[in-house]
């Protein structure tokens, strides 16, 4: 392990779970241009790549921008230096995840939590389930109760569970960040 | 009975350091054949010369193995030495213990050993060399420029100010290239045309320039000092030599629609057209393509001479008796030169609009490259230089400026910087603020690259006296929504997101190679890289030769560049062509193929391999004149003595003096 | 299975986007598709997976293709355009990373070796043909004008979904043409519309929404295409939040490609779910196919002079 490896251990980690090459990124800014969620961001998406390259890891984890990213990959799209911003996002929020940083945009993790419970519980998605769940947990109990009588006829009551359950809650148990 | 002489050079550390040369001496002494083996510091110092000299004379060897770096480096250099102590030079050889040996290896001994072996394999080969004498063939001094850009330009007046005559070949109808569709010139803000026509002039009107314009090299053939070159001379269906410009043809003609390539299709030309008003020469051709008449005797397959369809243009000529525009000029016409040296001209071309998906693929009007600003904003343009946007003409109040559209731009595939959009668009800049006082210009950049003489001064004038608004950040999208282009930027300075309603906006697109340079490349058998550049000799020492002799390379077709580089490196292939004609003959390298008559099978195998079209076939007669058989021969003056035939020989009839089989065989069994 | 094409609902055709699932079932075998349901499928992850969990994110989907695999089939159809990504972005990232498919064929107890070809609802439309498309319609539209609305997830990243072209995509534009509607050219066809932020961030997708109406009306589009639940939901379910946040008064019909296509065939609005939308899609139904009214009588003009000078 080279000196510069362990002096930039975030840097590296990032790099080695996204596949990017962060020194490629020479700042031009074209994905914070194009990026349609960077207006209510508190580090552009070029910043980011600017503190990984500066190892600056707080920074980046427990900014909103990473729960503010909406995976539109446009970003990834447009990089002149092909460096992968999209999936750089991804492995930012397992990282800070798994470290518990999630106080600068709860909801959006509550909202993905609910999700991936009731995958877990049945294999699929229980839609009635998840908007009940992440209500409670987020307080916002008044949220489009005017959409609910369409919507209702649409959802279903009760969750259906599929015959490959306890298959899907081993990949879960496997999945699990150690 | 052989007597080699053997020098061991230390190259100072670079050999020395890691190979033992007492000990690689010592072992040459002990080789069959040699008589004489030292080791020295430097071999190719006066000193280490004079010591090959001295051995050749005292110990009257016939043959002299140099052991020290790459023949590249010094072959020159000891052959000379040789042949100036009396032995012919070609029983000199080098063993190289530097690049294949002292250089990639650490172990001492190992390496020694190695030295060992190689000096053993030279001493093989020299001990079987033959004397030879060098090939002289005669120089044509007469050169050839391909291109009639300022580049070409330039190099045809200095070859023919320098008293030999140039043929210059330009596939448009006029001279001039890109610089004559420029607006004005960085840093000086020079009126491109003035400065470029006077130029034009002189080389139409120069003595020893003979200037083939809507033509193209179709064929080269030959080597340095004896090239061979077939030229297309596209048919224009006017007559140049009574053609006096009066223009009379070009008004009448119906056809009035067809984008101007000139104007880069802001604005319209006729079938028969001049490129430009300033045109060198002045005399229309007419486009095929798009003429009435023509385009209705192809359809109806009859010559255009005998459709009598329009017109107008042969009504029109006021020439007498005989009109200048004439039908029945509709064919291509070939001429071919003989020239000794050739210079590769030929420019550069923009990455097409359709390359930018973000940008709207060259769809929307509004959205212009680099050249086509150049000729709005141009006397001369489609719009006698107001400010109109293509779409409505209206003045833009709000231009954006997007450099590096392309460039260092791996995902589209061109890493490299284009050099000179950085100061074009601040010219752009200024050339609008000087036009529409109320206007706001933005440029979006990534680095401003402003590295020449008054370069920086010239871009913080356009910023600080000219209030162009510099914004450090690449555009990621542009669309239309109604009149108005959005431009969705980033201030990466200040962080914070930037969206711009513009009137116009210009992109700064990469300067890419010519798309026919790859062809013609091949045809001259001159290198190129990815990106369809050609290759000089070497980047630092030598810009505008290339690997092959007697081709030389100015301008951008070489790599993106600016008018003074350009003009420099015109007038430096210039000199070097200078330099070539200065003598008579040239010598040839005489390491080249021979066959022998006697079992060649006339199969043609190495008439098929040889890439210089340096063997041919021929009959060998009796007294009376019949037919006794067909053998293959080489062309001395073409061959390059690359071996391919050699080794491609089914009978084993050919090869290569200097490397023959038995100096091969004596090489691999000396290891 | 003969001409079958695995067929991979996932969870939203179940439930907010069940007219998505209603139409396209609708309208598969008058276009001869024959649909096979995978069975037992479970859930994509979606977004959620990938935000938390890479590994989660490759696992649950590779389920989905070892499934379709077992079950023989060539090609598998993924209506909705977030699960075809997952499942094409999983296809791609284990066969570039051999050590990875290993852990994850552990992980889901299946083979999976990636036989199984992902195609979005558009690619499968194309393979149809536009002119068969054309022939088994029993109406045509009279021009209405369209925005075709792609999203991101149909065409980004451009090196792995290899679909349409990335910047100015115009497979679905092609089949509305073929129908008859009148597709307009507008600049954020494949501008996000907010994804999953439905729920944790209205006021993101309100933003991102709006400026995708704003686009589309001015340039003269009466109603979206579209073939991503999300994005029908974004623009359909939050159409009248976009107007309260902002005082608009947008009022444009969000249909699903099949939806179009259905009317096309002959199917009615009922059959087809368009009494499920929340901004009223039925009356949609009714304009496209009426007779526009005769062009306006525009005065003779005087010949126009030639634009440029020589």
Request: charged residues 25%.
């Amino acid at each position: 392990m080279s000196a510069t490896k362990t002096r930039n251990g975030f840097k590296s980690s990032i790099e080695a779970k996204s596949g990017a090459k962060y020194s490629a990124c020479y700042q031009c800014g074209k994905c914070s241009a194009g990026c349609p969620a960077a207006y209510g961001m508190d580090l552009l998406p070029h910043q980011v790549m600017r503190q990984i390259q500066l190892n600056h890891k707080d920074k980046v984890l427990n900014s909103r921008t990473i729960w503010m990213c909406a995976s539109c990959e446009t970003c990834t799209t447009r990089c002149p230096k092909e460096v992968d911003i999209a999936k750089t996002m991804d492995a930012l929020r397992e990282m800070a995840y798994a470290e518990g940083r999630i106080s600068a945009q709860p909801d959006t993790v509550i909202f993905s939590e609910e999700f991936l419970n009731w995958v877990r519980r049945t294999g699929r998605q229980f839609e009635s389930g998840l908007v009940g769940l992440y209500k409670l947990r987020t307080w916002h109990f008044f949220q489009d109760l005017d959409a609910a009588p369409k919507m209702m006829r649409k959802l279903k009551i009760f969750p259906r569970r599929i015959k490959g359950q306890a298959a899907v809650a081993r990949i879960f148990e496997k999945c699990k960040a150690k | 009975m052989a007597r080699v002489g053997v020098f061991i050079c230390h190259c100072g550390e670079n050999i020395g350091r890691t190979v033992d040369c007492a000990a690689v001496a010592e072992a040459a002494r002990k080789i069959r054949g040699v008589v004489h083996a030292v080791d020295y510091k430097y071999m190719c110092s006066s000193p280490g010369q004079n010591m090959i000299r001295d051995a050749i004379r005292q110990h009257k060897l016939t043959g002299v193995v140099v052991a020290a770096c790459s023949p590249r480096m010094h072959e020159p250099t000891f052959r000379r030495a040789t042949a100036e102590a009396g032995l012919n030079p070609f029983l000199c050889e080098m063993a190289n213990i530097r690049e294949h040996c002292s250089w990639v290896h650490e172990d001492r001994a190992a390496a020694t050993r190695k030295a060992i072996d190689l000096v053993g394999v030279m001493v093989e080969k020299v001990k079987r060399n033959q004397p030879l004498l060098p090939i002289r063939v005669p120089v044509t001094r007469r050169a050839l420029v391909i291109g009639g850009g300022i580049a070409g330009i330039q190099a045809a007046l200095d070859i023919a100010n320098g008293g030999h005559e140039v043929i210059l070949v330009e596939r448009d109808a006029s001279i001039g290239g890109h610089m004559a569709q420029l607006s004005e010139t960085f840093p000086t803000l020079d009126c491109s045309q003035c400065i470029l026509t006077p130029r034009m002039v002189e080389v139409a009107q120069h003595p020893r320039i003979k200037l083939y314009v809507y033509s193209e090299v179709e064929a080269v053939s030959g080597f340095i000092g004896n090239f061979e070159v077939k030229i297309r001379r596209k048919a224009t269906s006017v007559d140049s030599s009574i053609c006096t410009g009066c223009g009379a043809c070009q008004a009448a003609c119906p056809m009035a629609k067809i984008p101007s390539e000139f104007n880069r299709n802001l604005g319209p030309r006729k079938a028969i057209y001049s490129p430009f008003p300033q045109a060198v020469p002045n005399k229309p051709v007419v486009d095929q393509e798009n003429c009435l008449r023509y385009k209705t005797a192809k359809k109806k397959g009859t010559k255009a001479a005998e459709t009598k369809v329009c017109g107008k243009c042969l009504e029109a000529c006021p020439i007498a008796p005989k009109k200048a525009v004439d039908f029945s000029l509709c064919e291509d016409t070939f001429v071919t030169e003989k020239v000794g040296a050739i210079v590769v001209c030929t420019g550069f071309d923009l990455l097409p609009m359709n390359q930018f998906g973000e940008y709207g693929y060259g769809k929307y009007p509004d959205v212009i490259d680099g050249l086509q600003f150049e000729r709005l904003a141009s006397a001369s343009g489609p719009t006698q230089g107001a400010m109109k946007r293509p779409s409505d003409g209206k003045e833009p109040k709000e231009i954006v400026f997007i450099q590096c559209a392309g460039s260092r731009d791996n995902a589209k595939g061109i890493p490299y910087c284009s050099k000179i959009c950085c100061m074009y668009t601040a010219k752009h800049t200024m050339l609008y603020k000087h036009k529409v006082h109320d206007g706001r210009a933005t440029v979006f950049y990534m680095d401003v690259r402003a590295a020449g003489k008054n370069y920086d001064e010239f871009w913080r004038r356009a910023v600080e006296v000219d209030e162009a608004n510099y914004i450090r950040g690449r555009v990621s999208k542009v669309y239309q929504r109604g009149d108005k282009l959005i431009v969705k930027g980033v201030d990466t300075l200040s962080g914070e997101l930037v969206e711009i309603n513009a009137d116009l906006v210009v992109l700064a697109t990469a300067m890419v190679a010519q798309p026919k340079t790859e062809h013609l490349a091949q045809r001259l058998s001159i290198g190129y890289d990815a990106h369809k550049f050609l290759s000089e000799a070497h980047p630092k020492l030598r810009p505008v030769e290339t690997n092959t002799a007697g081709v030389f390379l100015a301008g951008a077709c070489q790599a993106p560049k600016d008018i003074p580089d350009t003009v420099a490196q015109a007038s430096g292939a210039a000199s070097k062509i200078q330099g070539l004609f200065s003598s008579q003959e040239l010598e040839r390298d005489p390491t080249i193929a021979h066959v022998n008559e006697t079992t060649c099978a006339a199969c043609w195998y190495c008439v098929d391999v040889c890439p210089y079209q340096a063997t041919q076939k021929k009959e060998i007669k009796d007294r009376q004149g019949k037919l006794v058989k067909m053998v293959a021969t080489v062309n001395e003056g073409v061959c390059q003595g690359c071996g391919l035939c050699a080794a491609t020989c089914r009978s084993k009839s050919i090869e290569l003096d200097g490397f023959k089989d038995e100096q091969i065989c004596a090489e691999i069994m000396a290891l | 299975m003969g001409n079958a094409i695995g067929f991979f609902p996932g969870c939203s055709l179940e439930g907010t986007a069940a007219e998505y699932r209603l139409s396209f079932e609708a309208i598969a075998p008058k276009l001869g598709l024959q649909l096979e349901e995978i069975e037992d499928w479970n859930c994509c992850g979606a977004t959620a997976a990938h935000n938390l969990n890479h590994k989660l994110a490759v696992a649950l989907p590779a389920r989905i293709l070892a499934l379709a695999e077992k079950a023989g089939y060539q090609s598998v159809v993924a209506p909705c355009a977030a699960c075809s990504h997952r499942l094409i972005v999983t296809r791609h990232e284990l066969a570039e990373n051999p050590e990875l498919r290993k852990e994850i064929e552990d992980i889901i107890e299946m083979p999976c070796r990636g036989t199984v070809q992902v195609k979005n609802i558009l690619q499968v439309l194309l393979e149809v043909g536009i002119d068969k498309i054309a022939a088994a319609c029993t109406r045509k539209m009279t021009g209405i004008k369209v925005a075709c609305y792609y999203g991101c997830l149909l065409v980004r990243p451009p090196k792995i979904m290899q679909f349409d072209d990335a910047e100015a995509p115009q497979s679905m534009d092609k089949i509305l043409a073929a129908l008859g509607a009148k597709p307009v050219e507008w600049g954020l066809k494949t501008e996000c519309c907010g994804g999953g932020f439905s729920m944790s961030r209205t006021d993101l997708v309100c933003k991102m929404t709006r400026d995708l109406l704003e686009d589309a009306s001015a340039a003269g589009a009466a109603a979206f295409a579209v073939a991503c639940p999300m994005c029908q939901s974004n623009l359909d379910l939050r159409q009248h939040n976009v107007n309260a946040a902002y005082g608009t008064a947008y009022r444009m019909p969000v249909l699903y490609i099949t939806q179009w296509l259905g009317l096309c065939l002959g199917l009615s609005a009922k059959e087809l779910g368009l009494d499920q939308h929340f901004v009223n899609a039925a009356e949609v139904a009714e304009k496209a196919f009426a007779t526009p009214p005769a062009p306006a009588r525009k005065p003779a003009q005087a010949p126009v002079a030639a634009g440029n000078k020589e």
